[in-house]
Structures are given as structure tokens and as C-alpha cells.
């Protein structure tokens, strides 16, 4: 199979993506939907009521006293709903006094979401000691008991409206979305797709406002909505113990007059029961939709339609062809690292994650960076495109791209390098893309980010990467949901190679696929790298995989390089104990044979014993080996390892010199 054809879900119907107008959306939640419908009638009885009933009969005096509603004995047809005390008719002092009561709640909950976004936005991004500061006054808050101090706040000022009642009670409302806010950024901060936006050059405030508030919506609209049902009970309670306003019709003010003239006890149930069915039927409208769009947030819902696709491409996809990594000796380097060292400082330590890493990538050279997990070779990815997270940090050490040491430049020029010079294929496809944005958008705004160029040159750009990496045109409209582990993870690849990179860096770039899928993602990346010329790192475990792809494989373990090689010989012969094991640990289908272990445990980074990292696990270990460090040498053509072992001229003159 080749790059240009598709394995089969790729063929087949789209399925209809989770926009608001299409039938298989997410928002067309029951539970969402239903409580939308009871608070949009009960706001329509609120907006709609004046233009057909006569709202005038609220005030006292426009009618007779205490009539029950029509349907009981003694009602009036022109008070349905009855009368009070005051002869104000029930019907009109309901259709007044819902929306006003509507608008506090509304007014204090978008007024504290507000508030809550900028603090937690600016504590979740910016960090430090702003976060510090943030975090503190918002945990602080939410220990106040809000309902005590507004019914003392409201007991010494005057509340002579609704908007006013609204402020105060803003005022308790934004500790909660700034609690929201901060997480979920401090969340979506570590998402591929953020980082990748990052890596592009994307300006923080388009990260934040394009990148991640879009995929904060859910929650944020399930935390307005059970805000504004908050701030309406508070509202009511205050308005209940008659510290709210009182020129103001409002439910609970209905029910506070209610109680001052006795209703209960005097058995003028259609007074004070009303208001409270309507508050009711409020709260029940936004608890559905509150849940509603909790479940909408889940992001199960979303990963379902996909991943019921990603299995039937399991079953479809064609095989692929024998893949030929091919040779690259002899090439000028495109990338060098040297004596990279990246130290993590945490509290417990420093944790050496890499530790003096030496290697070269040729020019259209596949070099393949392998090891066990936490050898340290995506923390080498992170740092040759200076991305370490705190608290890593690069402390010494060389990235040459061209002569220009990317350590060196400053985040204005690295911002620059990055996507243009050295692109990256991030690992987990499905957390790579961004899923409330289009791929047209995704990969225009990559390149956007480093060239001016019309709409129409874009879109014939897009399509044109789409082709390179063997995806139909239509995939530019599509969102991310819609396609298969595979096809996401081939947009990746052609966002890679948007601005013709020197060096793509692919991190474990067919992790979390299903086998035949890994393959067809491997193909691309080989015929993209044959038809650009590009060179790559190709960091992975997977050395069946690295066997058919990369020319040379540099083996890693406990954050130092233990062996450079032509792919070739690192599977006939491999000279590290450490690579030996590697390449045992290969299952076979053809040869049944026990299942090779690497026995024994990596020492403590933190804490490196002098002499060889593999000594605690080597059956080949001697004296030396405690004591000194092997040197990576050049034992055959461009077969370098670092072991005693093939270092006895060395270790002969050492024990010589040291008698
Ligand atoms: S240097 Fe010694 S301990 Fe290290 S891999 Fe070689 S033989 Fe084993």
C-alpha cells in the first residue's frame, strides 16, 4: 500500500461531526436540552407575559381582596390566579416578578464567571507567584459562609434594585469559576495540541482564547448555569427575609409578603405557593441542564463515535509492503546534540535525565532513540526543541541546526526555528489535535503563524500536505472526532512538514494505534521522509517497528546514549549488554522461545553510581566497571558503544597505570 491510498474507514461516509447542527452532537443532550426547554418557558412567561395580561393588577389596590384562583369556589375569571390581601392580582405579580428574579441570578453568575476567567486564567498561565496568590484568595473564599455574611451585608446597605443585589452577590460567586478556570488551564497546558501550538509560534493569548477556552466550554457553561441557580436561592433567601429590594416585584418578595400577612395560616395556599412551584421549576431547569452539560464535558461521549471507527479500521485496513529504512552514511549532519545534559530539580532531588547525550542526524537520515520507559529519551525530544517543563531544565550542553545552537537563542528566536527548521510529530495523535477545531484551522493556523499568505494559497497549501500524506481533500473540513487514530495522527505528519522542516522529531508517533495502523503511519512518515529529504528522530520502543524504519539506532538507558549503530547491525550484531537484552526481549511469532526479561532495576537517577549505569543489571560486569565510565567509542564503521567490553587495550593500561 501506498501513501496515496486509503484504508478503508478513510473511504467511507464521514460520520456527521459534533456542531450544533448536526443530529449526532454532544449539545443535543437529553437532560441539556430539556432543562433549556423549562427555562426558556419560564422566561418566556416572564418576557412574553405583559403583551398579554395586564401587569398593571400587581399594584395594590387593582382588585378585590383575597380571591382564590378560578378554579376554586368564589375565583374571578379576570384574577385566574387569585388576589391577596392587597387586592394585587397573582398572575401579574408572577409574570413581573419571575424575570426579575431570573436577572439577578443571570446578572451575579455572569458577573463572578467573569471575574472567576480572568483570575483563573491569569493563575493557571502565568503561574508563579500570581498562581500562588490567586489560588490562596479563592480557597480562602470558598471557606467564608457566603448566605451568613450577605444577610449581614444586606442588613447595612440599602439594596434599592435588582443590579445591585446582583454585585453583592457576585462578590461570593467567583471563587468557583476561578477554581474551574485554573485547572482546567493547568490541564489543558499539557495537552498536545497546546504544546504543538506553542511549538509554532502561536501568541499566548491565541493559545489561550484559540486553543484551550473552546475546550473549556462545557464546564464552563455547567458552572454558569449552576451559578445562576446558586445566586437566584440566594437572592430569594434575602428577598425572603425582606433584605432585598422591595419596590421590586420578585419571587421572594412574594413570599416574604406572603409570610408578613400570615397566608400559611390563614390558608391563602395560591399566595405564597406559586412563587415557589416557579422557583422550583427554575432550579429543576437548571439542574438538568447543569448535568446535561457535565455529561457533554465528559469527553467519553466524544471518544465513542471514534473509537467504534478506530476498531472497524482494525479489521479493513489492507497490508502494507516491506519498508526499506534505507542508508544515510556518509551525509552532513542536519542535527546535533552535544553533551546534552537535562537535570529535573525536584524536591526530592535532582533527577539526572540526561546525562552528556552525544549523537548526530544526517542529512535524510531516520536516527531511531530507543530504551525502556524513562531512559530519558523523550526528555532529549523535549530538549533538542527546548520544551523541558519545569522543573526541568537544560544545564548543559549543545542543539545545532545549521550551526545555530537553538540553547542559545532567545523564545522570540526559538519561536522562529521551531516548525520552520525542526517540526515535531507528537506522540498520542487523539491529544494532538485540538477537537472543537477544524483541520483547516489547525494546520492554517500553523502556518499562518510563520507565513503571510492569502486564504487561497492556504487552502491550496492544506490540500496539498493533505495529498502528500495520503488523506482526501475533504478531511480539511472535517474535526478531529471524525477520523481514525490514523488519519489524526497523518494530519499531525503534515502539519510536521508544513514549512519543509530540516528535522521532525516524531515521539513514539504510532504509540496507542492498532498494528496495521502503525504501519500505514510508518509508511507515510518513510515516504514523506524519501519524498522531502527531511531527517528525523524517531523515538519509540517499539524495535520491530524501528527495524523497518530508521537508517541508525541510538539506544538510551538511565538518560545516557549506550550505543549508536546501523539499524542493520544493531539486530545482527548488537555489542551493548543493554542492547543485546533489547533485541532478545523480541518476541518471535516464528520460534517459540521464553519470554528474555532485563532482570534487575535502574538505579536511582538521582543518584548515579560511579563507574557504568548498566552495572546493576550487566552479567558482564567487572571490577572496572564499578570504577570507571566507558566512553562511547568507535568500535566498527559507525558502530559506537559505550562498554568496557570492547575497550580491553584501555582497561589493560588503566590496570597498569593503577599498579
Ligand atoms: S561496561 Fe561493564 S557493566 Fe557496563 S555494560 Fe559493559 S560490561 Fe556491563
Known sequence: MTVGQQTADETATPARGWGLNTWDSP?????????????????????????????????????????PPVWQEGGLPEHPLGTESNGRDMLAQLILATPSSLKVGFLAAIIGMGIGMVLGSVAGYVGGWW????????????????????????????????TAMALILAAFAWPGPTRLVRSQILTLRERSYVRMAHL?????????????????????????????????????????????????????????????????????????????????????????????????ANPRIRQFSSSRRERSAAGEAPPVEHMDGGSAAGRDAALEVDDLHVHYFTPRGEVIAANGVDFSVRKGEILGLVGESGCGKTTVAMAILQVVQAPGRIVQGEVRIEDQDLVSLSGKELREVRWRDLALVPQGAMNSLNPVTPIREQMGDAILAHENIGRVELEQRILGLLNDVGLPERVINMYPHELSGGMKQRVCIAMAIALN?????????????????????????????????VSMVMIGHDMGLQAQLVDRIAVMYAGNLVEVVP????????????????????????????????????????????????????????????ERRPDLVERDDDHLVACWLYEPERHALIELEEA
Not at 432543562?35 to 389596590?61: C, E
Not at 449552576?226 to 425572603?240: F, H, K, N, Q, Y
Not at 522542516?501 to 515516504?527: F, G, H, W
Request: with cysteine; glycine share 8%; charged share 15%.
Open 200 to 296: 509554532s509560534g502561536a501568541p499566548a493569548l491565541e493559545i489561550m482564547f484559540v486553543e484551550m477556552l473552546p475546550n473549556m466550554l462545557p464546564w464552563l457553561a455547567a458552572s454558569l448555569t449552576g451559578g445562576i441557580s446558586v445566586a437566584i436561592l440566594g437572592a430569594t433567601g434575602l428577598e425572603v427575609l425582606g433584605l432585598g429590594p422591595t419596590r421590586v416585584p420578585s419571587l421572594g418578595l412574594i413570599i416574604n409578603q406572603a409570610t408578613t400577612n400570615a397566608a400559611l395560616v390563614r390558608g391563602l395556599v395560591w399566595w405564597w405557593l406559586p412563587p415557589i412551584i416557579i422557583l422550583m421549576v427554575i432550579f429543576v431547569g437548571f439542574f438538568l441542564m447543569t448535568i446535561g452539560l457535565d455529561e457533554i
Open 501 to 533: 522542516p530540516q528535522v521532525i522529531i516524531a515521539d513514539e508517533p504510532t504509540s496507542a494505534l492498532d498494528v496495521v495502523v502503525q504501519r500505514v503511519v510508518a509508511q507515510t512518515l518513510l515516504e514523506v521522509k524519501d519524498r522531502l529529504g
Open 131 to 162: 498562581d500562588h496568590v490567586i489560588r490562596t484568595l479563592s480557597d480562602s473564599a470558598v471557606t467564608i459562609p457566603a448566605l451568613v455574611v450577605l444577610v449581614v451585608i444586606a442588613s447595612y446597605v440599602q439594596m434599592t434594585d435588582t
Open 27 to 67: 449539545w443535543l443532550n437529553f437532560k441539556f436540552l430539556l432543562g433549556v426547554a423549562i427555562v426558556g418557558l419560564i422566561l418566556l412567561f416572564g418576557l412574553l407575559g405583559p403583551l398579554f395580561w395586564d401587569t398593571d393588577l400587581a399594584y395594590t389596590g387593582a382588585g378585590p381582596l383575597n380571591k
Open 567 to 626: 539499524v542493520e547491525s544493531a539486530f545482527s550484531e548488537p555489542l551493548h549488554p543493554y542492547t543485546q537484552l533489547l533485541i532478545e526481549s523480541i518476541p518471535s511469532i516464528k520460534e517459540r522461545k521464553p519470554l528474555n526479561v532485563t532482570e534487575g532495576l535502574t538505579h536511582d537517577l538521582r543518584n548515579p553510581p560511579p563507574g557504568c549505569i548498566f552495572q546493576f543489571r550487566c552479567q558482564h560486569v567487572e571490577q572496572i566497571c564499578r
